[in-house]
């Protein structure tokens, strides 16, 4: 499979042109950096939660977003209903199962999600990928002790189990469809010292998945244009909250040169 910096730029532009409605159940932790990164490529994100509308919003929209950063039962309950909507009316699905591992109450509610309904992609840190596998994590809170590039085995077969694709993310991002592995080396060390990024990376995703009929170029593409943010965004800033600012100021005026430039991709 050849990965095209053409191809991440059409996406780009798809997004821009038809601003798919991307429905956030996710953690009010993230809410605003989430929803202006999505605002800036050009989606048009809404972050609804409430019982009373999680169908009808999911029902609207062209992609939804489920994230368990801040659990409450409610919460949890919500995300069921929306997954159920999402499901009849055929939209894409990206799960976020933020600390999956770490207690076993979020490692519950992750796979009652995962049995709940079809999800297209899951998107989480190696700690939580290899903890959905069943095998035992090392996670620190919500941050992943994994190095992602020692457990390509382990994004495959979560993959291949669950019939989608898993991006997990980490120094070099993992997408896999269970068969084909994409690697991607863009990023910055200084990502991680900004909260949210994983989750704005599960929320691209959803903008990416709903103008991609191909999940696995939705989800590498997703994850080029966040490295390559990223890396530009360091460059220009001095530290964690400069870098916040810059990374949604390179989501909006990011280029084709910028990109095709800094792609850094193999595939396996």
Request: proline share 0%; aromatic share 4%.
């Given at each position: 499979m050849q990965i095209d910096p053409h191809g991440v730029w059409l996406d780009i532009q798809a997004i821009k042109k038809f601003s798919p409605l991307v429905h956030n159940v996710t953690n009010y932790v993230v809410m605003e950096q989430t929803a202006n990164s999505l605002l800036a490529i050009g989606a048009s994100p809404v972050m609804a939660h409430a019982l009373e509308e999680v169908e009808d919003m999911a029902m609207i929209a062209n992609s939804l977003v489920l994230n368990i950063g801040t659990l409450s039962s409610p919460w949890v309950k919500a995300m069921m209903l929306a997954l159920r909507a999402a499901n009849s009316k055929s939209i894409p699905s990206v799960f976020d199962p933020v600390g999956s591992g770490a207690t076993p109450y979020r490692t519950?509610?992750?796979?009652?999600?995962?049995?709940?309904?079809?999800?297209?992609?899951?998107?989480?840190n190696a700690s939580e990928i290899v903890s959905l596998n069943g095998s035992q994590s090392f996670t620190k809170g919500v941050d992943s002790s994994l190095n992602a590039s020692d457990y390509l085995e382990q994004a495959k077969m979560l993959a291949l189990k669950n019939k989608c694709i898993v991006w997990m993310s980490g120094k070099t991002d993992v997408v896999t469809n269970g068969l084909t592995l994409i690697l991607i080396h863009n990023g910055h060390t200084l990502m991680g010292k900004v909260t949210g990024m994983g989750c704005t990376a599960t929320a691209i995703a959803g903008a990416f998945l709903a103008v991609n009929q191909d999940p696995?170029?939705?989800?590498?593409?997703?994850?080029?244009?966040m490295g390559i943010a990223g890396e530009m965004a360091a460059q220009k800033g001095n530290g964690p909250g400069s870098l916040k600012l810059a990374f949604i100021d390179t989501l909006y005026n990011i280029s084709l040169n910028e990109i095709g430039e800094r792609i850094r991709v193999e595939t396996l």
């Open positions: 519950k509610v992750a796979h009652s999600i995962l049995n709940h309904g079809a999800i297209t992609a899951i998107r989480g696995l170029l939705g989800c590498a593409y997703a994850a080029i244009l």
